[in-house]
Every structure is written in structure tokens, then in C-alpha cells.
């Protein structure tokens, strides 16, 4: 029988119980960013892209992904699709099946059999020029349908960090509930994090899925105690 601990289900769980309030809300003060993401938003785009893996590549679990992203409500989908499609993760250039690079890194080499670039444009725009080897991110997963289902179920056992931090999704899981708890991350809390200071996805995107938390990710932060009240901050995590 399968553990139903799995990243996938933290996330399924979130769905079910509020897709329409905002779950990610993405600012960057370098450039003015503010997006905000609904559950039923945000599982589209990891829809599109986990529907990319399965149908155009052929990929599910044992599959492995190198994903070279800042912190980014596009990260937390693109990471979101490699966990429910079965795939393993990893923040380096370690060899892969395929490969989410912004684009600005793309000259850094990522051995992987299929590559994206991602602009990591606000309102998702696909690049202007894409680097040589590889696909467009935003142009690709686009044309995929709104809603996926796994071709085989991913267990709490299948892996889902791979390289320098090896974990299983229940492994995972239980880390993120434990930092949650270092965090002061509870149920219902909206978390306020400087993702320049916690740049690590177990604490900006699973922790607070494991508390049952919505986020306001901040990046380049210049207005953390402005935007404690309108954002209806109950956690800060700087």
C-alpha cells in the first residue's frame, strides 16, 4: 500500500480545502512585481507542466529534474509538476531528464536530455529570445490541458530530492513539518518570507503546504513591516 505522504498531496489537500483565497502571492521591489496566485490558479500552471513531463517527454517516476530558479510563484509550479508527475528534483546542474533554467543562467551548462528557459516575466510572457538548446517554458506548457492526473501513483517512498540532500516524498514531508514548526508556521497563518534570506523551497514553499499556510513571498525586500497589514501578515519569517 501505498504512504500518501507526498509533496503532491500536501498540495491536493490545499486544493480541496480552498481553491479560491490566495495561497502565493510573489513581490520583487527590484522591479515592482506583485502577483498573487489562488490555489485553483496555481494548480493550473503545475497542471500545464506536469502535463508537459508525462505527455511530451514521457517522463514520471524515476525521472529526474534540475531546476536552476530563484525562489518564484513559476518555481513553486514547475516544482509542484515534478513532484505529482514522480519526478526528482534537484537545484544543481546535475545530469537530468530535463532541465527549468532562467534564462539569465542558461550559460552555465545543464546536462540534461530536454531543456526550458524561463524569463520569469509577471505576467508569464514568453521570451524574446531563447537561448540556443533551449525550449521556452512559458510558450511549451501553455497548450497543455488545466488538470492532471498521474499515469501511476507516487508513494511517500518514491524519491523526490535528489543529489545533495537525497529524500524520499515522506522524508520530505516530515522535514517540512518539522521546519514549519522552527519556522512558527501554523494552519490557516499567512507567512510573510524574505526569500533572500530563506532561499531553500523546503522553507518558502513545502513548510508552509505542510502547516496549511499561504504565503507572501518577497524578494529584493524594501517594505517588509508596510506590507504586514495589507497582506494580512500573521507570520514573518526574515
Same mark, same amino acid.
Given at each position: 500500500?501505498?504512504?500518501?505522504?507526498?509533496?503532491?498531496?500536501?498540495?491536493?489537500?490545499?486544493?480541496?480545502?480552498?481553491?479560491?483565497?490566495?495561497?502565493?502571492?510573489?513581490?520583487?521591489?527590484?522591479?515592482?512585481?506583485?502577483?498573487?496566485?489562488?490555489?485553483?490558479?496555481?494548480?493550473?500552471?503545475? @497542471?500545464? $507542466?506536469?502535463?508537459?513531463?508525462?505527455? +511530451?517527454?514521457?517522463?514520471?517516476?524515476?525521472? #529526474? %529534474? *534540475?531546476? !536552476?530558479? &530563484?525562489?518564484?510563484?513559476?518555481?513553486?509550479?514547475?516544482?509542484?509538476?515534478?513532484?505529482?508527475?514522480?519526478? @526528482?528534483? $534537484?537545484?544543481?546542474?546535475?545530469?537530468? +531528464?530535463?532541465?527549468?533554467?532562467?534564462?539569465? #543562467? %542558461? *550559460?552555465? !551548462?545543464? &546536462?540534461?536530455?530536454?531543456?526550458?528557459?524561463?524569463?520569469?516575466?509577471?505576467?508569464?510572457?514568453?521570451?524574446?529570445?531563447?537561448?540556443?538548446?533551449?525550449?521556452?517554458?512559458?510558450?511549451?506548457?501553455?497548450?497543455?490541458?488545466?488538470?492532471?492526473?498521474?499515469?501511476?501513483?507516487?508513494?511517500?517512498?518514491?524519491?523526490?530530492?535528489?543529489?545533495?540532500?537525497?529524500?524520499?516524498?515522506?522524508?520530505?514531508?516530515?522535514?517540512?513539518?518539522?521546519?514549519?514548526?522552527?519556522?512558527?508556521?501554523?494552519?490557516?497563518?499567512?507567512?510573510?518570507?524574505?526569500?533572500?534570506?530563506?532561499?531553500?523551497?523546503?522553507?518558502?514553499?513545502?513548510?508552509?503546504?505542510?502547516?496549511?499556510?499561504?504565503?507572501?513571498?518577497?524578494?529584493?525586500?524594501?517594505?517588509?513591516?508596510?506590507?504586514?497589514?495589507?497582506?494580512?501578515?500573521?507570520?514573518?519569517?526574515?
Amino acid at each position: 500500500m501505498f504512504d500518501v505522504r507526498t509533496v503532491g498531496t500536501l498540495f491536493t489537500a490545499v486544493l480541496e480545502r480552498a481553491p479560491a483565497p490566495p495561497l502565493l502571492t510573489y513581490y520583487d521591489d527590484a522591479t515592482g512585481e506583485r502577483t498573487e496566485l489562488s490555489a485553483a490558479t496555481l494548480g493550473n500552471w503545475v @497542471a500545464k $507542466t506536469a502535463n508537459t513531463l508525462v505527455d +511530451d517527454l514521457g517522463l514520471g517516476i524515476g525521472g #529526474r %529534474a *534540475a531546476c !536552476g530558479l &530563484p525562489p518564484h510563484w513559476m518555481t513553486a509550479a514547475v516544482l509542484l509538476a515534478c513532484w505529482r508527475a514522480g519526478l @526528482a528534483v $534537484t537545484d544543481r546542474p546535475e545530469p537530468a +531528464d530535463v532541465a527549468f533554467v532562467a534564462a539569465s #543562467r %542558461a *550559460a552555465e !551548462g545543464w &546536462p540534461a536530455g530536454d531543456r526550458y528557459a524561463l524569463g520569469l516575466h509577471p505576467f508569464a510572457l514568453p521570451l524574446r529570445e531563447v537561448p540556443d538548446g533551449f525550449l521556452d517554458f512559458t510558450s511549451e506548457v501553455r497548450v497543455h490541458g488545466d488538470f492532471f492526473t498521474a499515469p501511476a501513483p507516487v508513494g511517500g517512498e518514491v524519491l523526490a530530492w535528489y543529489g545533495d540532500r537525497e529524500s524520499s516524498h515522506a522524508e520530505l514531508c516530515d522535514r517540512a513539518a518539522a521546519r514549519a514548526t522552527a519556522l512558527g508556521i501554523g494552519a490557516g497563518d499567512r507567512v510573510m518570507i524574505d526569500v533572500d534570506t530563506y532561499p531553500d523551497p523546503l522553507d518558502w514553499l513545502v513548510a508552509p503546504l505542510a502547516a496549511g499556510a499561504s504565503t507572501v513571498l518577497c524578494r529584493n525586500a524594501d517594505a517588509l513591516g508596510a506590507r504586514t497589514g495589507a497582506e494580512r501578515v500573521t507570520v514573518t519569517v526574515t
